[in-house]
């Protein structure tokens, strides 16, 4: 990965990585067939893509902060890490993508 430095650029090549980005990909395209369909808005649409942007950024963020712990509970705390981070990550993507429709001149 050309322009990165070498740490990003192994972590990318990372099966999680992939993982991660397939499933933001599955994520998204559903929510852009629902939109298609009429079923969601556009700004519903825009706060679904910050939810599920949050949620696989901290399911990621948590389960490599649980790795951290040492021994034999690293794998019970890589787990407990990534459920944490993605509940996290979903509600703090979805009020920050919400903030930033509404914006401070609008009005709900």
Known sequence: MAGLPGWIGEGLR??????????????LGHEVYRYGDG??????????TGQHLGAV???LI?????????GSARAVS???????G??????????MVAAWVKGPDKDD
Do not use: C, N, W
Not at 14 to 27: D, E, F, I, Q, V
Not at 88 to 94: I, M, P, V, W
């Open 14 to 27: 990372h099966p999680l990585a992939a993982a991660a980005a397939m499933s933001l990909g599955l994520r």
């Open 39 to 48: 079923e969601i808005d556009p700004e519903e649409l825009k706060k679904k």
């Open 57 to 59: 950024t901290g399911t």
């Open 62 to 70: 948590g389960a490599a902060a649980g790795a951290l712990v040492p």
């Open 78 to 84: 890589a787990f407990a890490g990534a459920l944490l």
């Open 86 to 95: 993605e509940l996290l990550g979903e509600h703090l993507g979805r009020q």
